[in-house]
């Protein structure tokens, strides 16, 4: 009998080693998806970087970077993303490779890691956020990991948001001033579905702190992006008292439960004479706005969160022209009712595209733009509102025959 389970279990043992497969009906397994190095990948290890993207404190920069074997968040007093708060923050989880990690329907994630709160790192009574869990399309968080004032005692808070009513719901307390000065461990499970579930512990040392668990939350409000975690210090200033302060993280690490979800394959972009894909290599995304998923853009594709201030816009750059002269431009992109879009070609004076459709269909409207011989670049940005999503530009033939 012995002698049979032992051959039982080195046939089990070969099957591990030889492709990593499990007997048909096992559980899932947490696998290792995420685990960067500060020395080998530095702030690659992110998917982008939100350092000062206001430009509030170039004297300050960088407000994110290694120490050792640590990334370290500044927060200076003269920071600003905006009127009222600052952010200095990195987002997303990046391969070694350069490949995004996404964190998609129905996934469920553990993340881990050690951070460092200094006692300069106050809880206020304005929002102060150390980790969110957002996507890219939404500007309310999906949870969050936070420092607020409850009765009048400094917290470290766990929480999860409802998109319906944009209220967070702290579900895990505990008191931030004994965890100050000192590297504590802590550990984000999450399943991102419609009836998902939160899990937070904190540990100092082998001591736990809490471990609590929410379940029956929504934690997946897109159909086309995804979530994504974020590490850094992200307050209002209306707070009294606040300093001058920085954060420290290592050890990241982030398991999925179950196999590798494949990467998304996404259509080819337009390569036709003349057309500018907005996400394309080269082109600038500036402040908030970047390239998110499209299902009906060309390239699958688009470039999202333009205007609303003077900081977030984006630059198509390397558009060629033959001779100088107007060109039709064809404007490509997903708009929520009625949005214009303001562009400027090479610096020049802004022009108006106003445009009116719906965000689950691609729009199109043509304007003249005068180009220079050779090189262009053309801004699109909007300092009163967020104008539409870009999908891509078409260079058309040259008006009134210049």
């Known amino acids: 009998m012995r002698a049979r389970l032992l051959g039982v279990l080195a046939a089990f043992a070969l099957v591990v080693q030889v492709g990593g497969a499990v007997p048909a009906g096992a559980a899932p397994r947490w696998e290792r998806r995420w685990d960067p190095s500060p020395a080998r990948d530095g702030l690659g290890a992110f998917e982008a970087l939100e350092d000062d993207r206001r430009g509030s404190h170039p004297e300050g920069q960088p407000h994110v970077r290694v120490e050792g074997n640590a990334w370290r968040f500044d927060a200076h007093l003269e920071d600003r993303d905006g009127a009222d708060r600052m952010r200095n923050e990195v987002r997303g989880l990046r391969t070694s490779g350069g490949r995004p990690l996404e964190i998609r329907k129905d996934e469920t994630w553990r993340l881990s890691y050690r951070m460092y709160i200094p006692d300069t790192l106050d809880a206020t009574t304005g929002f102060s956020h150390i980790w969110q869990l957002k996507t890219s399309d939404i500007g309310t968080p999906v949870a969050q990991v936070s ?3 409850v009765g009048g005692v400094q917290k470290i808070a766990a929480r999860y948001w409802t998109l319906a ?3 967070s719901h702290d579900f895990a307390l505990a008191d931030l001033e004994p965890i100050q ?3 504590v461990t802590t550990v984000i499970e999450f399943k991102s ?3 998902g579930y939160m899990r937070w512990i904190l540990r100092d040392g082998r001591r736990t702190i809490v471990d609590q668990r929410v379940d029956g939350i929504d934690l997946w409000w897109t159909a086309e992006q995804y979530n994504r975690p974020k590490w850094g ?3 209002s200033i209306k707070s009294a008292g606040l300093q001058e302060t920085y954060l420290l993280v290592k050890d990241l690490k982030a398991e999925q439960l179950g196999a590798a979800t494949p990467p998304v394959r996404l259509p080819p972009p337009d390569r036709s004479p003349g057309t500018y ?4 290599a080269g082109n600038v995304w500036e402040g908030a706005a970047e390239p998110a998923y499209c299902a009906v853009c060309s390239g699958g594709r688009k470039v999202i969160l333009i205007g609303g201030n003077v900081y977030d816009h984006t630059v198509v750059r390397g558009v060629l022209a033959e001779t100088a002269g107007a060109r ?4 490509h992109a997903l708009v929520d009712g009625a949005q214009t879009f303001s562009v400027s070609v090479n610096g020049g004076d802004a022009i108006q595209v106003p445009m009116t459709g719906t965000k689950d269909t691609v729009t199109t ?3 003249p733009v005068e180009l220079v011989a050779g090189v262009n670049t053309i801004r699109f940005f909007g300092h009163a509102a967020r104008g539409p999503e870009l999908d891509k530009i078409v260079i058309g033939e040259v008006v009134n025959g210049t």
């Not at 894909?277 to 394309?280: D, Q």
């Not at 039709?328 to 404007?331: A, D, H, N, Y």
Request: glycine content about 4%; overall charge neutral; aromatic content about 8%.
């Open 147 to 149: 420092l607020p004032v």
């Open 165 to 167: 009513d944009n209220k």
């Open 181 to 183: 000065n000192r590297w």
């Open 193 to 195: 579905g419609d009836d």
């Open 233 to 235: 210090i992200y307050r």
């Open 277 to 280: 894909e907005a996400e394309r």
């Open 328 to 331: 039709r431009m064809t404007v």
């Open 365 to 367: 409207a043509t304007v």
